[in-house]
Antibody, heavy 120, light 107 residues
Framework: EVQLVESGGGLVQPGRSLRLSCTAS????????MSWVRQAPGKGLEWVGF??????????EYAASVKGRFTISRDDSKSIAYLQMNSLKTEDTAVYYC???????????WGQGTLVTVSS | AIWMTQSPSLLSASTGDRVTISCRMS??????LAWYQQKPGKAPELLIY???TLQSGVPSRFSGSGSGTDFTLTISCLQSEDFATYYC?????????FGQGTKVEIK
């Protein structure tokens, strides 16, 4: 059974950093791209970023709203994807989901989400 | 970036109704469109990808159509468990983008 479990969320002050983890099981993690999607309280879904599998270079893509502040990485030996968030802003407050991503199909599995609250 | 207009934002319907949700793109995306369902407090779930391919396990009352710039999600006979919020998403080019969402509520 495919499972994605996010962790690392919490309350953080503006300007500080936080790292989220997404631990995967039930599939060969290294064969898949992974994405992060967030949802601010009461709002819609916002795509955050994407990391390709090592077979496709392990390169990353980001939304304009987080580019330069957020970094996605992966550790295939541990089946974990990371979202390093720096220079956090109050508008980054959201539930952050990790997803398993392929071109066919995209985002077929989602974690349960982890809440990040940026507030002083 | 590709802009998406999803409509309506709110849809009031009754059990048994046929409902349609529209998603329009600012430029053509071939068939690189997915639909998701989200219930309160839960993660989204993939319903349809490649515009019209039903994800495994999704009931056949859900269907998708369209290509290029105009897409539609149809629920042929609304069931009680279908009252939720629906999102479209393009994955034709980065940045991937989601529609604003359509909340399907009980009339």
């Amino acid at each position: 059974e495919v499972q994605l479990v996010e962790s690392g969320g919490g309350l953080v002050q503006p300007g500080r950093s936080l790292r989220l983890s997404c631990t995967a099981s039930g599939f060969t993690f290294g064969d898949y791209a992974m994405s992060w999607v967030r949802q601010a309280p009461g709002k819609g879904l916002e795509w955050v970023g994407f990391i390709r599998s090592k077979a496709y270079g392990g390169t990353t893509e980001y939304a304009a709203s987080v580019k330069g502040r957020f970094t996605i990485s992966r550790d295939d030996s541990k089946s974990i994807a990371y979202l390093q968030m720096n220079s956090l802003k109050t508008e980054d407050t959201a539930v952050y989901y990790c997803t398993r991503s392929s071109s066919v199909p995209p985002n077929d599995y989602w974690g349960q989400g982890t809440l990040v609250t940026v507030s002083s | 970036a590709i802009w998406m207009t999803q409509s309506p934002s709110l849809l009031s319907a009754s059990t048994g109704d046929r409902v349609t949700i529209s998603c329009r793109m600012s430029q053509g995306i071939s068939s690189y469109l997915a639909w998701y369902q989200q219930k309160p407090g839960k993660a989204p779930e993939l319903l349809i990808y490649a515009a019209s391919t039903l994800q495994s396990g999704v009931p056949s009352r859900f269907s998708g159509s369209g290509s290029g710039t105009d897409f539609t999600l149809t629920i042929s006979c609304l069931q009680s468990e279908d009252f939720a919020t629906y999102y479209c998403q393009q994955y034709y080019s980065f940045p991937w983008t989601f529609g604003q969402g359509t909340k399907v509520e009980i009339k």
